[in-house]
């Protein structure tokens, strides 16, 4: 009877209490194993929500007010608080808040349909429609009234005299708060309905569908923003990059309002590199000598940040066939007015035809291979391992799933098979790739995670422990915890970047 207790109470030590909060702010409370990774607890995930996959979302953590995507391949341990390894139940101890962690939107992408799982589309939809009530672009004043009538039609069906009158929904739930300020509630509840009412012959799910490519339409949706210094010393931060479906954005931040500075879509970007906390952004068509140089603040963020940048870069690049083939389609069903065949599943792409990125396409995956840049025309053994994010790489053209090798049967669970693949050349690797441990400080959402917020941020003490060697980030960069900083970094000399 004692051993069976006892061997309750290890199997009990051995497990940690996982808070997944989801695009719909609907939490999952999972007791995970003290060894799992980030690409276990996401299955556990899509699991419990029914999802055959999740191809475009991720598992964050937060440092210093902005989201970090895990490496999935990693365990959960490099992202967790310290306390993370130690005994999670002790006798007269309080019990310890949850680790939190959040399923978001990773990569963008403007139609819908690319998405084939219909649960990973809805939660890619209520992202959206989050981001929507904290958009701000006032010279689209009227697509905010679009939205707001697609959304009161994916969530509440056609508009009905009977059923739908006076103030049938909340405006605060549908609009950002300058709109409400601008235009009052009561103009909205008297307008709304009649925008409602015109998409009464469009499906819920085509109304989705219509609302993920309406909102894409805005600038500060579709989009993550980063923080950098115009150089070493500034403080605050007054530079925002922002990573947007096509490219990126500079912009300026002048009295809390950003001004864009440079559009730079894919095209016009030569190289992406940074020297420790340097940033740099080669220019296509520019000498080196015009290059963009940002600082970062920390070495690890500027890791992180490169790789989220080159792993969009290849998505963009290998779903451009998928979304031309969606074009034509949508076209051709236009042009025959058939309603009934656009919404239905006739059109819905096999989720295989898109060559998701692996799961630890953004996070700190090991990759020790180099080839010489044009040695074949199809991906090698070594350039089927880029989705790891190498030092230095470069990408040509997409080309079409006739072309694409037979996909590998080690395809990760909750991604899909490769079918339409970019052509990913390894040159060369320089420095040594770090797996630091990240420590997590959780975002308020709501009133209950403000409290966890706060109950972590009392376990976790800023201060080095005695004799310890880390290495240090500048004063206030949450990545620079002493405890996640105890294995080698890479030294300021060496250089990484990205070939686009």
Not at 200 to 210: H, I, K, Q, S, T
Not at 428 to 450: D, F, N, Y
Request: glycine fraction near 6%.
């Amino acid at each position: 009877m004692a051993g069976t207790l006892g061997s309750d109470v290890e199997t009990v030590s051995q497990l940690r209490d996982v808070l997944v909060v989801l695009p719909t702010q609907e939490t999952l409370r999972l007791a995970v194993e003290v060894r799992a990774t980030g690409q276990e607890l996401l299955q556990r995930v899509c699991d419990l929500k029914s999802m055959r996959e999740a191809p475009l979302f991720g598992l964050s953590v937060v440092r210093d007010n902005e989201h970090v995507f895990m490496d999935l391949t990693q365990k959960l341990s490099k992202y967790f608080a310290k306390d993370w390894k130690k005994e999670a139940y002790k006798s007269g101890e309080p019990r310890r808040p949850p680790f939190v962690t959040f399923l978001r939107v990773q990569y963008y992408v403007e139609n819908g349909r690319v998405i084939s799982d219909r649960t990973a589309r809805h939660l890619y939809y209520r992202h959206l429609r989050e981001r929507v009530l904290r958009s701000e672009c006032p010279h689209r004043e009227e697509l905010y009234f679009l939205l707001a009538g697609l959304a009161l039609q994916a969530e509440l069906g056609r508009h009905r005299e009977a059923a739908h009158t006076g103030r049938y929904f909340q405006p605060h739930a549908y609009f950002p708060p300058w709109i409400l300020a601008k235009w009052g509630i009561e103009f909205v509840l008297q307008h709304v309905p009649a925008v409602h009412r015109e998409h009464r012959g469009l499906m819920p799910l085509e109304a989705e569908l219509r609302f993920i490519q309406e909102a894409c339409r805005l600038d500060d949706v579709p989009i993550h923003f980063f923080r950098l210094h115009k150089d070493k010393k500034e403080a605050p931060p007054t530079i925002v990059l922002g990573l947007t479906l096509k490219g990126m954005h500079i912009y300026q931040e002048v009295n809390r309002t950003r001004q864009l500075l440079h559009d730079l879509p894919w095209s016009r970007v030569d190289k992406l590199a940074f020297l420790g906390k340097k940033f740099e952004i080669q220019r296509a068509g520019l000498p080196s000598a015009q290059k963009l140089v940002y600082y970062t603040g920390c070495p690890l963020r500027s890791r992180h940040l490169l790789r989220l940048l080159s792993s969009s870069h290849r998505l963009h690049l290998r779903v451009q066939p998928v979304l031309q083939q969606l074009r034509q389609l949508q076209e051709a069903e236009e042009k025959k007015h058939y309603c009934e065949s656009y919404v239905s599943d006739g059109l819905e792409l096999d989720g295989r035809l898109v060559p998701w990125p692996s799961p630890g396409s953004a996070g700190s995956g090991n990759s020790g291979h180099s080839a010489d840049s044009h040695t074949s025309s199809h991906p090698s053994s070594a350039e089927a391992d880029a989705y790891h994010m190498p030092k230095e790489m470069s990408v040509d053209e997409p080309f079409l799933a006739g072309d694409a090798p037979a996909p590998e049967d080690d395809t990760p669970a909750c991604s899909q098979e490769p079918h339409a693949v970019g052509r990913i050349t390894l040159v060369k690797m320089r420095g040594a790739e770090s797996t630091q441990a990240l420590r997590q400080i959780p975002v308020a959402q709501g009133q209950g995670l403000m409290k966890l917020h706060s109950q972590r941020q009392d376990d976790m003490g800023n201060g080095a422990p005695p004799g310890s060697s880390a290495h240090h980030c500048p004063s206030g960069c949450a990545w620079g915890d002493p405890q996640c900083l105890s294995l080698d970094l890479a030294e300021e000399g060496q250089l990484e970047e990205c070939v686009v």
